[in-house]
């Protein structure tokens, strides 16, 4: 069955340092999404992009956060400047068109110490 | 306030009782997600309805969209089946937006 691949899984970041959390949606998926789950609380929207750009963001996805997808796999968030509160569990998800698939990776956990 | 309410938000319940969690949410969507979240953090989506029933083995999901709430039920409920799971609605766009899903153990 195809999947989501996060890398890495797990990731341990000084405050102030710059993050790049790697995934690998499912190769014939049109849209891309990040969620974060920060611990206990429920799941957030972060960002979604389509067909090369951003489509949809939430207040939380502010200049801190870029998306980018640099070649025909990859879909990358990145953070510029870490925060303790950026500590979180990271979701990337693709899906076809009409929400057709939608799948999630299995996460990255950023821990900013 | 929460646009997306699930209940209850603990369930224990003993192998092979019938489980209901239910979900309710105030926006217009154009479908809603039923979810699985596994200790290790993973999730998995189990249905997405945007209107009727589905059932996939021991899981039905159903939805209302008048009275804008959808439920899930799991029929001889076993220890595997223990998870959180979560209630999550598309606004009319491709985004979801999640409830704080339902913790359930099912003891042997």
């Known amino acids: 069955e195809p999947e989501v691949t996060q890398t890495p899984s797990h990731q341990v970041t000084q405050m102030g340092q710059e993050v790049i959390l790697h995934c690998v949606p499912i190769?014939?998926?049109?849209?891309f999404y990040w969620y974060r789950q920060i611990l206990g609380q429920k799941v957030e929207f972060l960002v979604s992009?389509?067909?090369?750009?951003?489509?949809?963001k939430s207040e939380i996805f502010d200049d801190q956060f870029s998306v980018e997808r640099p070649d025909g796999s990859n879909f990358t968030l990145k953070i510029r400047s870490t925060k303790l509160e950026d500590s979180a569990m990271y979701f990337c998800?693709?899906?076809?068109?009409?929400?057709?698939?939608?799948?999630f990776g299995s996460g990255t956990r950023l821990t900013v110490v | 306030k929460n646009e997306v309410e699930q209940s209850p938000q603990n369930l224990t319940a003993q192998e092979g009782e019938f489980i209901t969690i239910n979900c309710s949410y105030s926006?217009?969507?154009?479908?809603l997600h039923w979810l699985q979240q596994h200790p290790g953090g993973g999730i998995v989506s189990l249905f997405m309805?945007?209107?009727?029933?589905k059932k996939h083995g021991r899981l039905i999901a159903t939805i209302n969209i008048q009275e804008k709430h959808s439920s899930l039920h799991i029929t001889a409920s076993h220890p595997r089946d223990s998870a959180v799971y979560i209630c999550?609605?598309?606004?009319?766009?491709?985004?979801?937006?999640w409830g704080a899903g339902t913790k359930l153990i099912i003891k042997p």
């Open positions: 992009f389509y067909n090369n750009e951003i489509s949809e």
């Open positions: 926006v217009g969507i154009s479908a």
């Open positions: 190769s014939n998926h049109l849209y």
């Open positions: 998800a693709s899906s076809g068109a009409g929400y057709y698939g939608y799948t």
């Open positions: 309805l945007s209107s009727g029933k």
């Open positions: 999550a609605v598309h606004p009319g766009n491709y985004q979801l937006i």
